[in-house]
Protein backbone atom coordinates (compact mmCIF):
# COMPACT_ATOMS: atom_id res chain seq x y z
CA UNK A 1 0.00 0.00 0.00
CA UNK A 2 1.19 3.80 -0.63
CA UNK A 3 0.37 6.60 0.99
CA UNK A 4 0.39 10.45 -0.12
CA UNK A 5 -0.08 13.30 2.33
CA UNK A 6 -0.04 16.96 1.18
CA UNK A 7 0.26 19.58 3.29
CA UNK A 8 1.22 23.22 3.49
CA UNK A 9 -1.57 24.54 2.15
CA UNK A 10 -3.96 27.73 3.89
CA UNK A 11 -5.03 31.32 3.38
CA UNK A 12 -2.74 33.91 1.21
CA UNK A 13 -3.43 37.23 -0.56
CA UNK A 14 -3.44 37.56 -3.99
CA UNK A 15 0.52 37.53 -5.35
CA UNK A 16 2.11 35.82 -2.02
CA UNK A 17 3.60 32.12 -2.04
CA UNK A 18 3.53 28.88 -0.79
CA UNK A 19 4.77 25.65 -0.49
CA UNK A 20 3.07 22.33 -0.48
CA UNK A 21 4.73 19.02 0.27
CA UNK A 22 3.79 15.87 -1.16
CA UNK A 23 5.20 13.43 1.54
CA UNK A 24 5.43 9.38 -0.23
CA UNK A 25 5.13 5.93 2.18
CA UNK A 26 4.27 2.47 2.08
CA UNK A 27 5.40 -0.38 0.58
CA UNK A 28 6.78 1.59 -2.63
CA UNK A 29 10.03 3.09 -3.73
CA UNK A 30 9.75 6.93 -3.92
CA UNK A 31 10.82 7.00 -7.24
CA UNK A 32 8.01 7.11 -9.15
CA UNK A 33 6.66 10.44 -11.43
CA UNK A 34 4.21 12.79 -8.82
CA UNK A 35 1.58 14.45 -9.83
CA UNK A 36 0.03 17.59 -8.45
CA UNK A 37 -4.11 18.32 -9.21
CA UNK A 38 -6.40 20.58 -8.23
CA UNK A 39 -9.79 21.02 -7.78
CA UNK A 40 -11.83 24.10 -7.38
CA UNK A 41 -15.12 24.40 -6.30
CA UNK A 42 -17.95 23.51 -8.44
CA UNK A 43 -15.25 22.64 -11.14
CA UNK A 44 -13.68 19.31 -12.42
CA UNK A 45 -10.25 18.69 -11.20
CA UNK A 46 -7.24 19.53 -13.13
CA UNK A 47 -3.33 18.73 -13.78
CA UNK A 48 -1.26 21.17 -12.72
CA UNK A 49 1.99 19.64 -13.41
CA UNK A 50 4.05 16.41 -13.18
CA UNK A 51 7.43 15.27 -12.30
CA UNK A 52 9.28 11.84 -13.17
CA UNK A 53 11.53 9.89 -10.98
CA UNK A 54 14.46 11.73 -11.41
CA UNK A 55 13.42 15.34 -11.87
CA UNK A 56 14.31 15.01 -15.80
CA UNK A 57 11.25 15.82 -16.90
CA UNK A 58 9.02 18.40 -15.75
CA UNK A 59 5.69 19.36 -17.13
CA UNK A 60 3.19 21.83 -15.78
CA UNK A 61 0.03 23.68 -17.55
CA UNK A 62 0.21 26.63 -18.93
CA UNK A 63 -2.17 28.56 -16.68
CA UNK A 64 0.87 27.71 -13.79
CA UNK A 65 4.05 28.28 -16.27
CA UNK A 66 5.84 30.67 -15.43
CA UNK A 67 4.68 30.95 -11.56
CA UNK A 68 4.54 26.90 -9.96
CA UNK A 69 7.77 25.13 -9.56
CA UNK A 70 7.58 21.36 -9.05
CA UNK A 71 10.97 19.63 -7.36
CA UNK A 72 11.61 16.60 -5.53
CA UNK A 73 14.07 15.20 -2.86
CA UNK A 74 14.24 11.34 -3.36
CA UNK A 75 16.20 10.75 0.00
CA UNK A 76 13.14 12.57 2.18
CA UNK A 77 10.51 11.01 -0.65
CA UNK A 78 8.86 14.62 -0.63
CA UNK A 79 7.87 15.99 -4.20
CA UNK A 80 6.90 19.82 -3.56
CA UNK A 81 5.13 22.60 -5.55
CA UNK A 82 6.05 26.03 -5.13
CA UNK A 83 3.40 28.49 -5.80
CA UNK A 84 4.19 31.62 -6.46
CA UNK A 85 2.20 35.28 -7.67
CA UNK A 86 -0.72 33.45 -6.72
CA UNK A 87 -4.30 34.71 -8.05
CA UNK A 88 -7.56 34.40 -6.99
CA UNK A 89 -8.33 31.51 -9.56
CA UNK A 90 -6.02 29.74 -7.89
CA UNK A 91 -7.85 28.73 -5.25
CA UNK A 92 -8.81 24.89 -4.75
CA UNK A 93 -7.93 21.61 -3.05
CA UNK A 94 -4.39 20.50 -4.16
CA UNK A 95 -3.73 16.95 -4.56
CA UNK A 96 -0.49 14.74 -5.24
CA UNK A 97 -1.13 11.46 -6.79
CA UNK A 98 1.80 8.40 -8.06
CA UNK A 99 1.51 8.23 -11.80
CA UNK A 100 2.09 4.01 -12.59
CA UNK A 101 5.58 4.93 -14.71
CA UNK A 102 8.86 6.01 -13.02
CA UNK A 103 9.05 8.25 -16.65
CA UNK A 104 6.29 9.17 -18.43
CA UNK A 105 5.65 10.62 -21.81
CA UNK A 106 4.97 14.59 -21.35
CA UNK A 107 2.05 13.94 -22.68
CA UNK A 108 0.72 11.22 -20.51
CA UNK A 109 1.72 12.79 -17.51
CA UNK A 110 -1.16 14.98 -18.01
CA UNK A 111 -3.03 11.77 -17.62
CA UNK A 112 -5.57 11.55 -14.46
CA UNK A 113 -6.39 7.97 -15.35
CA UNK A 114 -2.91 6.65 -15.29
CA UNK A 115 -2.09 7.82 -11.69
CA UNK A 116 -2.80 5.31 -8.93
CA UNK A 117 -2.66 6.63 -5.58
CA UNK A 118 -3.73 10.01 -4.01
CA UNK A 119 -3.70 11.84 -0.97
CA UNK A 120 -6.42 13.54 0.40
CA UNK A 121 -5.47 16.97 -0.70
CA UNK A 122 -4.31 20.85 0.56
CA UNK A 123 -6.97 23.60 0.22
CA UNK A 124 -5.31 26.80 -1.05
CA UNK A 125 -7.15 29.97 -0.78
CA UNK A 126 -6.09 33.16 -2.28
CA UNK A 127 -8.16 36.28 -1.28
CA UNK A 128 -7.92 39.21 -3.31
Known amino acids: QVQLAESGGGVVQAGGSLRLSCAVS????????IGWFRQAPGKEREFVGG????????TYTDSVKGRFTISRDNEKNTVYLQLNSLKPEDTAVYSC?????????????????????WGQGTQVTVSS
Open 97 to 117: ARHEALYPSAQDMGVMTLYDY
Open 26 to 33: GRTRSTYA
Open 51 to 58: ISWNGGLI
